[in-house]
């Protein structure tokens, strides 16, 4: 068996989630953890506007 190793994958999820990001100010924008933690709050906050309207 070859060994699998994750640079793709990995590399494929940053770039959606800084595509994501994108227009977001400062570091989250640019730097994976920040935006991710940005993205998630931003999806938590899409869900809950969304069963207010």
Same mark, same amino acid.
């Given at each position: 068996?070859?060994?699998?190793? *994750?640079?793709?994958?990995?590399?494929?999820?940053?770039?959606?989630?800084?595509? *994501?990001?994108?227009?977001?100010?400062?570091?989250?924008?640019?730097?994976?953890?920040?935006?991710?933690?940005?993205?998630?709050?931003?999806?938590?906050?899409?869900?809950?506007?969304? *069963?207010?309207r």
């Amino acid at each position: 068996m070859a060994r699998i190793k *994750r640079g793709v994958t990995s590399h494929r999820r940053h770039k959606k989630v800084l595509s *994501r990001a994108e227009g977001f100010r400062g570091t989250r924008n640019r730097l994976f953890k920040r935006a991710n933690e940005a993205v998630m709050r931003s999806l938590q906050y899409q869900y809950r506007d969304r *069963r207010t309207r």
